[in-house]
């Protein structure tokens, strides 16, 4: 299990190790269009194909998907008003962003209208940016309360540390490097919500920096790369 090979089936055999994988395909494609769209335009438009071709397939892989954000607030709704609350309105945001997906894929293969793929698309990507707010406030507050715990911790093992109380020490140095990890944890998936985010804005408020082929092309690659962090196997 420590191979990397191994880690990587387990990984692509996940389903948001697959998503991360060909997210990576449409936002690298995105860049290369984008790089070679007034020199070589033979070659851009099969790099356009690609990003559609890897968009609508993340949205076929993603079919269901707003279940998981149902079931995370029936399973683990909180551990207090203040995270309960922002639990709900993380979740509901993401479960109207992936339940709205379903109707904007399939416009876009010509199965319904395609007429509504504009308006499926906002309410998507509105869904989207309402939930990755209430997500990063989630892991700001988590990550601000970890330093206040690893304070707390070092100041008490440095205590223990002149009482020569080893056993205790070491039980400390574990709680430690635990907040840590889960320091790093967070601080990616606060990476990832935001870039999904500038993406979602790009679709809700169109302007010139979010709708910039090289913004949404890095911001792809910096959610699917920390994406990737976070799911892989440890």
């Known amino acids: 299990m420590n191979d990397t090979l191994d880690k990587l089936v387990i990984f692509l055999a996940k389903r948001d190790g697959i998503d991360k994988l060909v997210k990576t395909f449409q ?6 269009h984008w790089h070679v769209e ?8 099969r790099a356009k194909k690609w990003e559609v071709a890897s968009g609508l397939s993340r949205k076929a892989f993603r079919s269901g998907r707003f279940l998981t954000g149902f079931n995370a607030l029936r399973r683990n709704p909180g551990s207090s008003p203040t995270f309960q609350l922002l639990a709900v309105l993380a979740n509901a945001g993401e479960m109207v962003y ?8 399939l416009s876009r293969i010509g199965v319904i209208d395609a007429r509504l793929a504009k308006r499926m698309s906002y309410t998507s990507a509105f869904g989207e940016a309402f939930g990755y707010v209430f997500f990063i406030i989630t892991d700001f507050i988590l990550i601000n309360e970890g330093l206040k715990m690893q304070k707390k911790l070092l100041l ?9 109380s080893t056993e205790e020490v070491e ?12 320091r790093v944890m967070r601080l990616m998936g606060m990476s990832a919500n935001l870039a999904d985010l ?9 302007n010139p920096f979010c709708n910039h082929a090289v913004t949404l092309g890095i911001s792809g690659l910096v959610s699917a790369w920390a994406g990737w962090y976070r799911n892989w196997p440890s």
Not at 27 to 32: D, E, Q, R
Not at 38 to 45: L, Q
Not at 198 to 206: F, K, Q, R, V
């Open 27 to 32: 936002y690298v494609s995105k860049l290369v």
């Open 38 to 45: 007034s020199t070589h335009p033979d070659f851009a438009d």
């Open 98 to 105: 992936f339940f709205f997906d379903h109707f904007l894929w």
């Open 156 to 164: 008490q093992s440095e205590v223990l540390k002149d009482s020569n």
């Open 171 to 182: 039980t400390k140095e574990k709680s430690l490097k635990k907040i840590k990890e889960d």
């Open 198 to 206: 500038i993406i979602a804005l790009a679709e809700i408020e169109p």
